[in-house]
């Protein structure tokens, strides 16, 4: 990133920060979390501690960070070296991707930047210029991917809930600040458990590892396989639903199951972890040793607010967390398709300069589609 | 504490009260090594550790507790007491097993015990203060806390134990009483084997050095050599492709190629070249991060469940048997 565009974005994030102070806070027990933060074409500052509001104010205004993290982890000693920390217990977080969810990159919101001669395309194998294979995804906004996004953070909610026992009032939901959602548990009964153990809670969310057993076959005795009910809870009504589309059709279906055989059953239930399993970041969940975006804080792959979602449906978050003003600016953009913020549509942009508000002259710098002029 | 019968401790030997026991009766070792009438016991507890190391569980008479002298709760001590003596390590890991595996079969008769409510509950004491797992009774089959099921479960490998494969309701997994016992085996097999590894060990008691002397040579049957193949194995391929085609290889597919290649002995500097195709290659930060690997810390290769985890995993069939990457092309000789 160039000289000027690090100037306008550390200033234009200092400002943020300056006006709302109010949405940064340092997490409970913030003296046991470890804090971090990113500068403008900098490394990571880890190993931080801070004990108040007030000192991760200062430290907004005395670094001017692209990016500001805390770790969901409580530790003995959060600012000495990873090895000498000492974890205690950790919140339990997920993180759901638009790009996890959708699968296949749309043409419609995605573009590509070629990692050897920097020209930025629409969605091809290949870039244009100079036929390279190095290509770096930029994705614009979507309300689609957005809403399928959403649809999975519901879905996740409620086996949290009715499987996991986690009580509903103490699930918080953030927006990413970029294209997700962050689900935080704190404080529950899982505080305590390690890599291992939230690894299984990971598969067991995405229907990963499921063998036929669990859903009644017998592999040796096919004919005394007991299949799910349409009403049963848990992963067995979700895979009862699936196989029979509707209640009636059980005895039609297992039969058909039992004369397709065991193997066959496997391969389908294969199909349904890509189908009905949660697409949750596994490794997000599974660290427990990461530092996670700080709620209020701004994400520099958008320039858009990671910010609490108090209701999910009603929630957009080109408006919501759009905090940056719309005082007009110059910039060289070359962005060949449209997005849209604050419920305004710009571009497509041509390799020219435009003159725009500055939170989306902020978010096309951010996406790398544009400098200041 | 559990407060525990003659027959409770004839089942459970290992639960503290067993050694306090064998004091309360005012027995010495020597008199194990010299009286004629004891010897019977010595005899028997060298048969317990015979059939452990073969693999089986050493059958209970019960009715030989019923003397004076129960039998096996004194066989047991013993035979802790022999180990002891031998210092085998190979001989205490599968003592403790088969005796893990023989308490099992007790805890699981009294969880379904319905005649007897006091030994139902009994269990279900012993579960929670020696694994710290709150297990309740519900109508047909138990029910046990997601994370304290967790915390045990992952020590498995078959999928059967996985989470995913399990009824899981309101936070809590249901099993049957069979499995409740099993989920705790290779606790109770740990806290069996902690507790002899732990023992002080005694001097040798006269009468006894033909019974150690016997174990230590059959300690050597035991003793596995291995070697080991230089081929990578498929996972640490597959990241070598990706880098090499330049392509993006995750954060967690370096991370285990880094921590393979690094175990297996080589330096960061042979590591670092490999990732010099990677559409995001910065010299400085791959040197950076391979120094933080192989620094004090000391990272370990990453399980063969988290590769899967991880969707790094494509197993062929030298993989059936290991649990880390870096165990693939190790064979017994």
Redesign the interface.
Known sequence: MNEKDVILLEDTFKKFYFDHFELLHVPENSIQREFGFQKFNGGMNRHISLKSDKELHLLLMQNKPSDVYCSNACYSFPNLPMSEKNWLNADLIFDIDAKDVTKKNQPENTLIKCSDCNEISNLTNSCPNCKSTKLAIITLTSSESIQSTKDEVKKLNQILIDELGVNPESIKIFFSGNEGFHIYVPKSEYQNIGSKERAEIVDYIMFRGAIPETFGIKKFDLNKSIFPKFDDGGWNGRIAKQLYRIKSDRSKVSQEIISGGYTLFQKRLEEFRHKIGIQIDPNVTIDIHRIFRLPGSINSKSGLVKIFVENINKFDPYTDACFIDDEKVDVHANCPISFTLKNTKFGPYNNETVSVPKFSAIYMICKGIASST | MVDLGTDEIVKYPFLDEAGKYLSDKGFSLEQFGSDPDLKKIVENAFERIITASEGRIFKSDLASNNSALPMEIFSFLIAVILLKLSGMNTLIRRFSLAEARRAEKFLEKDLINQKDVKKSKQSLQILQELFSVTVQKDDEHFTI???DY??H??NFHE??W???????????VHLTSHETVRLVRKELDRHIFNKISLSSSPEMIQGFEPYVQKLRTLAKKFEVKTVESTEFPPCIKHAIEVLEK?ENL???GRFLLATFLLNKGQTVEQIAPLFKNA??YNPKVTLYQLKQLSG??QYKCPSC??V???NLCFPVSACDTIINPLQFGRKRV
Do not use: M
């Open positions: 806390p997601i994370a967790l915390k479960a992952i999928r059967e996985k989470l995913i494969n399990r009824r899981v309701v309101s936070g809590k330049g995750s954060h967690s559409p995001d004090t810390t469940e988290k899967k985890t991880q």
